[in-house]
């Protein structure tokens, strides 16, 4: 988990910086799925979120995301990063023709 915590660090900084290519958007989005919470009054209809896990690998997501508030930072850069106004400029940068 260390090695991941610090990988987070370093694309936290890089989509703060504007400067991240899709391949750290998919590396962000693959740790956040390897990382799930499980949320102690989740809703009664299943999210497709919910990771359905053993408590200790729950745990170990939770201290990534507590832990020097990763979570709030990675959402606020992710808010950041794909304002609006910006996302259609990056979608045609990552894929031509789209």
Do not use: H
Not at 13 to 24: Q, R, V, Y
Not at 67 to 95: C, H, I, Y
């Amino acid at each position: 988990m260390p090695e991941q915590a610090e990988e987070l660090d370093l694309l936290i900084a890089e989509l703060s910086s504007g400067n991240a290519a899709k391949e750290s958007l998919q590396r962000v989005a693959l740790i956040c799925m390897e990382n799930g919470v499980a949320e102690p009054d989740s809703p009664t209809s299943p999210s497709p979120f919910v990771v359905k896990d053993t408590p200790a690998s729950l745990a170990s997501g939770s201290e990534l995301w507590d832990s020097e508030r990763r979570f709030a930072r990675l959402f606020g850069t992710l808010l950041k990063f794909l304002e609006p106004t910006k996302v259609d400029n990056l979608l045609f940068q990552w894929w031509p023709g789209f």
